[in-house]
């Protein structure tokens, strides 16, 4: 049996674990392995009276380990744990909660509690249900709002390294309230409970990681499981791994390593099946690509329109113009990039005046007050909200990366040559907004306001408002 890198120590003698492995063994015919049996140990310990004594478990365990038999045999037995229980489940995605929820369907309607169970696989609502006790346990989105004035016993974050820390933080904050009423104050045994599983991340994977290293620090309130190899092992060595990884000698063989070296990166690999996180960020556009992209020439004749952005910490704005080519091809400068907010009212009143042009700001953003200030002080100005965003975010990108879609093709979109383009270009990351994504102020290496403010600017020169058209007054 492979040892893990941590585990919190039990409490109590007392655990619905049995209950667990039963289900596992008995009902989906996947008996549990050494790891899994000692894991839902800990997620289930209780006190004599019945109580969870873990509230908050972490599980990170490399790819191919049986966390899902895990997950799975802990969420249907605690749909039947009580009256009324309400589980939840989401991945990174809703698309790819909803994917992960539709085969734990299938293995429920393969099992013999079929009879017992009642199973939706609709669009607004995939849910495994249990009628006789009124208990549901159901696929939601990873926003902070998708479970607005629901109750909960039980949550389950699959796949946490995708999460950056806001979205981590909102879904978190909503979790709360949920689980009001579930304690032991008013509340039925066994009581509630979140559980966050995943593989060690890359970089970006703060949240996460911050939570495995709060666990392995003995926080008081979470029950940490780590399975991996350590920091001195050489991720070229197979035996290191294999002996790290709790389902190999069980579940699976040495080929799984194989196969998995085959198909992935030598970095990808080590953070999958090692379950080490990777130190690397990945770049949104690869360097070369951005210097394809990077021209000096003075941008082409036309009416430019604005976009602008203000910084998480409202440290830095910018203003990024753009004007479109015969080619239809946009090309975008940056403008003014300053220190302070108090004066890009009256510089985007400026601009927009003397130009002509119009401004586009997000109305979620941290600028969204500036909007309605420039907006009242005579500015042409378009708010845009998260669908917008994050569609002019894409079409940006894809702009860039045309190179690597298109082999001998240039970018679909020109930067003039500035520090803070660069800088950006290094530094910018993404943070999903439910099944979307937009650039990630706070979670990106180095301020991106200036790429945030030519996302917008493009978004500007391609949708132009309509003139107004002059009343007429007939007599």
């Known amino acids: 049996?492979?040892?893990?890198?941590?585990?919190?120590?039990?409490?109590?003698?007392?655990?619905?674990?049995p209950k667990v492995a039963f289900l596992a063994d008995r009902a989906f015919g996947r008996p549990f392995m050494p790891w899994q049996h000692q894991?839902?140990?800990?997620?289930?310990?209780?006190?004599?009276?019945?109580?969870?004594?873990?509230?908050?478990?972490?599980?990170?365990?490399?790819?191919?380990?049986?966390?899902?038999?895990?997950?799975?045999?802990?969420?249907?037995?605690?749909?039947?744990?009580?009256p009324k229980a309400r589980i939840w489940y989401t991945a990174q995605t809703g698309i790819k909660a909803r994917?992960?929820?539709?085969?734990?369907?299938?293995?429920?309607?393969?099992?013999?509690?079929?009879?017992?169970?009642?199973?939706l696989r609709g669009a607004g609502d995939t849910s495994i249900n249990l009628p006789r006790m009124g208990g549901r346990f159901r696929a939601f989105p990873p926003t902070p709002d998708s479970l607005h004035s629901s109750q909960s016993d039980l949550v389950i974050l699959d796949e946490a390294w995708f999460f950056d820390e806001d979205l981590a933080e909102g879904i978190m904050g909503a979790i709360g309230p949920t689980q009001a009423t579930r304690g032991r104050k008013g509340g039925i045994p066994p009581g509630p409970q979140i559980i966050v599983v995943s593989t060690m991340g890359t970089?970006?994977?703060?949240?996460?990681?911050?939570?495995?290293?709060r666990g392995r620090a003995g926080e008081?309130?979470?029950?940490?499981?780590?399975?991996?190899?350590?920091?001195?092992?050489?991720?070229?060595?197979?035996?290191?791994?294999?002996?790290?990884?709790?389902?190999?000698?069980?579940?699976?063989?040495?080929?799984?390593?194989?196969?998995?070296?085959?198909?992935?990166?030598?970095?990808?690999?080590?953070?999958?099946?090692?379950?080490?996180?990777?130190?690397?960020?990945?770049?949104?556009?690869?360097?070369?690509?951005a210097e394809l992209a990077t021209v000096t020439a003075d941008l082409p004749a036309g009416q430019p329109a604005f976009g602008a952005?203000?910084?998480?910490?409202?440290?830095?704005?910018?203003?990024?113009?753009?004007v479109i080519d015969a080619a239809g091809v946009p090309w975008v400068e940056v403008v003014l990039i300053t220190d302070a907010t108090d004066d890009l009212v009256g510089k985007l009143t400026?601009?927009?005046?003397?130009?002509?042009?119009?401004?586009v700001i997000d109305g979620n953003g941290p600028a969204a007050s500036l909007a309605?200030?420039?907006?009242?002080?005579?500015?042409?100005?378009?708010?845009?909200?998260?669908?917008?965003?994050?569609?002019?975010?894409?079409?940006?990108?894809?702009?860039?990366?045309?190179?690597?879609?298109?082999?001998?093709?240039?970018?679909?979109?020109?930067?003039?040559?500035?520090?803070?383009?660069?800088e950006a270009l290094d530094a910018a990351t993404l943070r999903t907004v439910g099944d979307r994504q937009v650039l990630a102020r706070r979670g990106s290496a180095a301020p991106i306001t200036v790429l945030e403010a030519a996302v917008l600017a493009v978004r500007a020169a391609l949708t132009k408002p309509k003139p107004p058209v002059a009343p007429k007054i007939w007599i």
């Open 1 to 17: 049996m492979a040892t893990p890198r941590f585990i919190t120590p039990r409490r109590s003698p007392y655990s619905y674990a």
């Open 39 to 82: 894991a839902s140990g800990l997620i289930e310990e209780c006190d004599a009276d019945g109580w969870l004594l873990n509230p908050l478990v972490v599980i990170t365990v490399p790819r191919q380990s049986g966390k899902t038999e895990l997950v799975k045999g802990t969420a249907v037995r605690r749909t039947m744990s009580r």
């Open 99 to 119: 994917e992960q929820f539709t085969e734990l369907i299938d293995d429920v309607e393969l099992s013999p509690l079929r009879s017992g169970f009642k199973c």
């Open 203 to 213: 970089a970006k994977s703060t949240w996460f990681h911050g939570l495995v290293d």
């Open 220 to 289: 008081p309130g979470i029950a940490l499981i780590d399975y991996g190899i350590g920091p001195d092992v050489d991720p070229l060595d197979d035996e290191a791994i294999a002996a790290a990884h709790p389902a190999i000698g069980h579940t699976q063989g040495m080929d799984v390593l194989t196969t998995g070296r085959a198909q992935l990166s030598p970095g990808e690999f080590t953070r999958a099946y090692g379950n080490r996180p990777t130190s690397a960020f990945d770049r949104l556009i690869p360097a070369e690509v």
């Open 309 to 322: 952005a203000v910084s998480f910490e409202r440290d830095e704005a910018a203003i990024v113009s753009c």
């Open 350 to 359: 400026s601009v927009t005046n003397r130009n002509g042009g119009h401004v």
């Open 372 to 422: 309605e200030a420039a907006d009242r002080a005579g500015a042409i100005v378009t708010k845009v909200g998260t669908a917008e965003l994050a569609s002019a975010t894409a079409d940006m990108l894809d702009r860039l990366r045309k190179p690597l879609t298109e082999s001998g093709t240039a970018p679909a979109v020109r930067l003039r040559a500035h520090p803070a383009f660069s």
